[in-house]
């Protein structure tokens, strides 16, 4: 992803984040059954349908082989935001249901498990592989220093504490950020058993509004 989409969905993403506990200062209990909420709420539940096309295109063989799969991860990415974006919108902060709490639970995880698997984990690991650079650069010159040899290599006269304090800030820098990497290395588990999760309960949120609202009608 481009840093323009990277940000652009880190918009969205943040915007679902922030507005999920927005029930502790409003709340809309007519809005998700009002016109205006069942279309935002169609619409978020069309953009969790259409996250299926790229779980469709990795797991067929013909359709993987007929997919540019690169497109479609950015489709799946923006598809996801979108959804829950919309989705969260459609709830107008009214979380009384325990089907409604359940389904907005489990969107958030496939959203946020979904963006630090596709963004966060990636940036991650460009970090460390910077570091890792730099650290060797330090650890070159340090070297240099140690064998008299600084002002033939053209350095500037660098206290030697300095840099061994450099390079053992680089060095705590890269084992936390190793260490965040491992915690979050499972974060596909995750996103997979809430998509799973996600479904069952959109369909029986789908259900129970048809059902009571033709009810309602009659």
Not at 97 to 112: K, Y
Not at 129 to 139: P, S, T, V, Y
Not at 147 to 175: F, K, M, N, Q
Request: glycine share 12%.
């Amino acid at each position: 992803m481009s840093a323009r989409e990277r940000l652009a969905v880190g918009l969205l993403v943040a915007m679902v984040a922030l507005f999920a506990p927005g029930f502790l200062l409003h709340a809309a209990p007519r809005f998700p059954g009002s016109l205006a909420g069942g279309i935002l709420g169609t619409g978020g539940a069309v953009g969790m349908l259409l996250l299926l096309a790229y779980t469709l295109a990795r797991r067929v063989p013909w359709l993987r082989r007929r997919a540019a799969l690169g497109a479609m991860l950015s489709f799946h990415v923006y598809a996801g935001a979108v959804g829950a974006a919309l989705g969260m919108l459609h709830t107008g902060h009214h979380y009384r249901s325990p089907l409604g709490i359940a389904l907005v639970t489990v969107m958030l995880a496939v959203v946020l498990s979904g963006f630090v698997g596709r963004y966060y984990l990636v940036q991650l690991g460009t970090d460390v592989r910077d570091q890792r650079q730099e650290l060797g650069a330090l650890r070159a010159r340090y070297d240099r220093l140690a064998t008299g040899s600084a002002a033939v290599a053209g350095l500037p006269d660098v206290s030697v504490r300095a840099l061994v304090a450099g390079i053992a800030d680089l060095e705590y820098a890269i084992d936390q950020r190793e260490a965040l990497k491992r915690a979050l290395s499972r974060w596909t588990v995750l996103h997979v058993a809430a998509a799973i999760a996600l479904y069952p309960l959109l369909a029986l949120h789908i259900w129970n509004g048809v059902y009571y609202g033709l009810r309602w009608l009659r």
